[in-house]
């Protein structure tokens, strides 16, 4: 069981937007903002899309953005496209003392 | 560029050890704290170590005691000397460098396969 709680799957078609949520707790996403979301695609290393919340890193297409409410980071793509099909991942720093870091289970994004 | 390349995967035997290497070029190695993740096939991204720059080290309580993460900011190199291995550590482990301000990982390696069967 992941520390962190993401859907398993959602989908949208091309063009549309969707919302991929994170919840946590406030040890970890409801207490600091340090709360990152990773794309990989199959047989590829994750790469960075999101960090510190909202913030995207240079290169990062701006249809990418990322919020926060309480113990809950949402991870919204808009405009999609067919390469955005991938399996995105959450992450968070912690005050755990067993942990420093800790990931969501991953949401498989089917572009329909 | 900015390139971090894994070695020292392999086939291991249950109990047995083996030691990772992760080669870091195009940054200042010394300057940034480093990770150890991994992905077991078909499962999600599990954080494995980290590494600060002072040396301080963290690890989850699946692995403590029987991993250590260490660098060599020399060789610009990371470490993870992995013993006690079982079943569940089988997966690919990325390394990564965390964020020069701030707690993410920015750049990946494309990561080395760790199987652990008899």
């Known amino acids: 069981q992941s520390a962190l709680t993401q859907p398993a799957s959602v989908s949208g078609s091309p063009g549309q937007s969707i919302t991929i949520s994170c919840t946590g707790t406030?040890?970890?996403?409801?207490?600091?903002?340090?709360v990152s979301w990773y794309q990989q695609h199959p047989g590829k290393a994750p790469k960075l899309m999101i960090y510190e919340v909202s913030n995207r890193p240079s290169g990062v297409s701006n249809r990418f953005s990322g919020s926060k409410s309480g113990n809950t980071a949402s991870l919204t793509i808009s405009g999609l496209q067919a390469e955005d099909e991938a399996d995105y991942y959450c992450?968070?720093?912690?005050?755990?003392?067993?942990?420093?870091?800790?990931f969501g289970g991953g949401t498989k994004l089917t572009v329909l | 560029e900015v390139q971090l390349v894994e070695s020292g995967g392999g086939l291991v035997q249950p109990g047995g050890s083996l030691r990772l290497s992760c080669a870091a070029s195009g940054f200042t190695f010394s300057s940034y704290d480093m990770h150890w993740v991994r992905q077991a096939t078909g499962k999600g991204l599990e954080w494995v170590s980290a590494i600060g720059t002072a040396g301080d080290t963290y690890y989850p309580g699946s692995v403590k005691g029987r991993f250590t993460i260490s660098r060599e900011n020399a060789k610009n190199s990371l470490y993870l000397q992995m013993n006690s291995l079982r079943a569940g550590d089988t997966a690919v482990y990325y390394c990564?460098?965390?964020?020069?301000?701030?707690?993410?990982?920015?750049?990946w390696g494309q990561g080395t396969t760790v199987t652990v069967s008899s």
């Open positions: 992450s968070s720093y912690t005050s755990s003392s067993t942990l420093y870091v800790v």
């Open positions: 406030s040890s970890d996403v409801g207490g600091y903002n340090y």
């Open positions: 990564a460098r965390n964020g020069r301000f701030g707690e993410y990982m920015d750049v």
